[in-house]
């Protein structure tokens, strides 16, 4: 049997798995931001009638998961694996969405990579023919995301201008063989899996410049692994540095001699100006709500053929970082080919 | 392409994956335990020269690692992938061993159920040719265990009858394809994923009970999926219930009119009755330091050629358990066959 790893990290799928369908759920502050009209649901408020941030979070991720299956026509028994993580403690989202749903589950844990790390497992199982009705869902909470990681949002504390704005938001994608056909045209065809980095940064407030280099050895990796460049791809879009995190990526291009022109980033889309969000978005739930409806839906600002989706997670412990640890960073990247 | 799904959860593996090789790592009280002499490396203090416990169930992870690779002559570079999870926030051990070794990495969350989890995965990469030297690693430490999801050690709690103790321990284990040999002669050949059961149990000190019904369902589906019984398993094993959990589970199947007698559990092994564990171990690491060397190097009390292997996760969260939520459980199996 032909290995299907290429180069040091890369994986191709040559049956190329379809990118079946998605739905998208949010808070009611992620409707009023520019994308709003393009998401399948908005809450009217963050709490979605649960009694607490973790029990919304946990709706956020249901919902989308059986909205993107009403789409399909289909009933979570139809599902023949899901693969769900979020950035609470024991992924309890997604340990509760699976147990609401009734599906066999694998759980992840890959903080904001947790969409991309999904669906490069996902492909493999329907590249390799272990199933053909897969969803991959993630979901962070904007509150519960704070209380847990950096400070209560009861506290009213100063957010620093380098803070990126966790998203309430969720979303689910469905992955399928090729054959059965995607509406969208949308087909996976290579994923680079992450190391970790670590260039010690320990700053909470500042992540973007934490997982920058994760994002730029993972793509640069996939360079090398591939023999592919910045022109062969319409879009390559990180997610999520945020503002800041997204020049860190730019420069660490431009002083490699590459122009960075396709290089973007799925946290500077879900707030405007006007929403103080500081560095821009963030979280488990932003890319997979901007990843579907602004880049797949063709609502990017040029027609998008090939795309790099590189997730990037920042695995922040309060625990280590009590303990003096920096902020260790891994970013995985799924190749998106459109053409049935 | 075939279909490699068998039934509603199951997964099979024409090529056989291989489990080329393990290392296990505990601390000093498993070490004085019955199983002390088949480990291959136990520290002498539960702190491993570190300042936290968290460090030093970090290191537990690396030194498994480290020494199964070094069992190979492999560095870690020869890696293709690892896959790790721990039951820590944010899965902080697997994360920054992943930074230490410098791999390509896969981070899972699945409490207990991590190992079986992670086998399975990487079974379905090796089967499917995506990989050909791959890790799956699981770690937990007593000491940060009762600190993140009971109570801290320090605080000198009684422990109910009911508690299971939570190993120091790590194990890794090293999976490659059919023909590369396996020395212990062990080959992956189907592997059935669980779906998340709850049937209400809320007492955190408790764990085997809540874990019981997600291991008997799982059981009962790979039987439905693969035509197979109990009396085609010289072993079915879980990981880990304890005494206690142990007892609900056979007390399932012998009301479902099934002789339970190759059911056992890993948690029953590594403590003895002097070493006051209450109703036995658990905890990540427990069935990764047991299931080698106890199982698959030939030391249990009949000989095995055919082994289901069930690691059971309780998703416990103290944040949903103090909002009133029960622990929801999951159980994934492999099955595990001996001859080249």
Known sequence: MALKKVGAQTISFPNRPAILNWATVTGPREGE?????????????PLLGQESWEKAEQRLMQ?????VLSKLGWQPQDLDFLFAGDLLNQIISSNF?????????FGLYGACSTLAEGMALAGIL???GYGDKIGVAAVSHHNSAEKELRFPTELGSQRAMTAQWTVTGAGAYIMAPSETGSPAGWHLTMATIGKVNDLGVQDSNDMGSAMAPAAFDTIMTHFEDTGRGMAD?????TGDLGSLGNKVLLDFFQKANLNPEP???????IYDETQDAHSGASGCGCSAVVFGPLFLEGRWNKPLNR???VGTGALLSP?????GETIPTIAHAVCLERGN
Chains 1, 2 share one sequence.
């Open 126 to 128: 329907i590249d390799g």
């Open 233 to 237: 791809y319409d879009c390559i879009v």
């Open 63 to 67: 919902y989308s998961v059986e909205l």
């Open 319 to 323: 625990a280590t970082s009590f303990q």
């Open 307 to 309: 795309v790099l989706f």
């Open 97 to 105: 969405t699976a147990r609401e749903l009734g599906v066999p589950f």
């Open 33 to 45: 931001g520019p994308m709003g009209s393009y998401f399948d649901m908005v809450g009217e408020d």
């Open 263 to 269: 290089v973007t980033d799925c946290g500077l889309f």
